[in-house]
């Protein structure tokens, strides 16, 4: 079956320290995002990219950092930096058809910042 | 800057009841919209899309949506809820290559 797959569904941290959240696809998409989930905030685009070894900061990006040495794989870093980082993180990704924007889920992971 | 408002942050209905979740939008262009639908501590599912053609658009789980493009909305219907169609849901424009979400609006139904 083609989808997403994020790991850890749950995710611990100390303060100060840097943790990675895995996201992987087999839909062979273009495009991958992350988002952060707050309640009662929507989603909010942390980065995204649409081409190997490229990427963009979307509006949250600050405290974060992200990799695309794969089409598959697109890991975020969350650093030491990110000041509240507890939330719910929920990665994408799309073609480009329908200009990206028909974008498919991963079940998400939940990090707290103990 | 392109916007979502969805106005209700919770809604109530009784099983059975029908449905209408309310979104505006703010966008320059012809948008592209999407209804989302989320169970606690899941992603997001993709319940119906409008890009072009006819203005009523079907879903999935016998949702549907109405595009009015002069009232910038697109809401989201059903006929009949469910207890099954509790969740959160959440309407998104299309932006260029990005998606641009609301708040998001939470359903509750009782029996």
């Known amino acids: 079956d083609g989808g997403i797959t994020q790991s850890p569904k749950y995710l611990f941290r100390k303060e100060g320290q840097n943790v990675t959240l895995s996201c992987e696809q087999n839909?062979?998409?273009?495009?991958m995002y992350w988002y952060r989930q707050d309640p009662g905030q929507g989603l909010r685009l942390i980065y995204y990219s649409q081409i190997v070894n490229d990427f963009q900061k979307g509006d949250i990006a600050e405290g974060y950092s992200v990799s695309r040495e794969k089409k598959e794989s697109f890991p975020l870093t969350v650093t030491s930096a990110q000041k509240n980082p507890t939330a719910f993180y929920l990665c994408a990704s799309s073609s480009p058809g329908l200009g990206y924007n028909e974008q498919f889920f991963g079940p998400g992971t939940r990090l707290t910042v103990l | 800057a392109q916007s979502v408002t969805q106005p209700d942050i919770h809604i109530t209905v009784s099983e059975g009841a029908s449905l209408e979740l309310r979104c505006n939008y703010s966008y320059g262009a012809t948008p592209y919209l999407f209804w989302y639908v989320q169970s606690p501590g899941q992603g997001l599912q993709l319940l119906l899309k409008y890009f072009s053609g006819d203005t009523l658009v079907q879903g999935i789980k016998g949702f549907e949506a109405e595009f009015k493009r002069s009232q910038s909305s697109f809401n989201l219907r059903k006929p009949s809820v469910h207890w099954s169609d509790a969740a959160e849901y959440f309407c998104?424009?299309?932006?260029?290559?990005?998606?641009?979400f609301g708040a998001g609006t939470i359903l509750r139904v009782k029996s």
């Open positions: 998104a424009v299309g932006a260029m290559d990005k998606l641009v």
């Open positions: 839909l062979n998409h273009d495009a």
